[in-house]
């Protein structure tokens, strides 16, 4: 034979009050609003400077190639051919 379920089915719902006064709770919620803001902070800059970073070495990276391929092109510094200069038709 199966024992009956309560009212609310298989879980039993229970519910907890606080009771203090309005200045406890006020003081005590304010001190966990600022800690969730430290935390939210301590993290967000874990986050965020490795990828400020990050978009800074690929910006140098992206610059110092277009200055190589620059420099490579025709009658670049780097072109590679001597006495020789490459005339544009088209211009």
């Known amino acids: 034979m199966t024992t009956p379920l309560p009212p609310n089915g298989p879980f039993q719902s229970q519910s907890y009050q606080f009771s203090a006064s309005g200045w406890v709770a006020r003081v005590l919620g304010l001190i966990l609003l600022l800690g969730l803001i430290a935390i939210g902070l301590i993290v967000g ?39 020789v200069t490459v005339i544009d038709r088209d211009e």
């Open 45 to 83: 800059f874990i986050v965020a400077v490795p990828l400020i970073a990050l978009a800074i070495i690929l910006y140098i990276y992206i610059r110092i190639r277009i200055f190589f391929n620059r420099a490579r092109d025709p009658n670049g510094p780097l072109d590679g051919r001597h006495n």
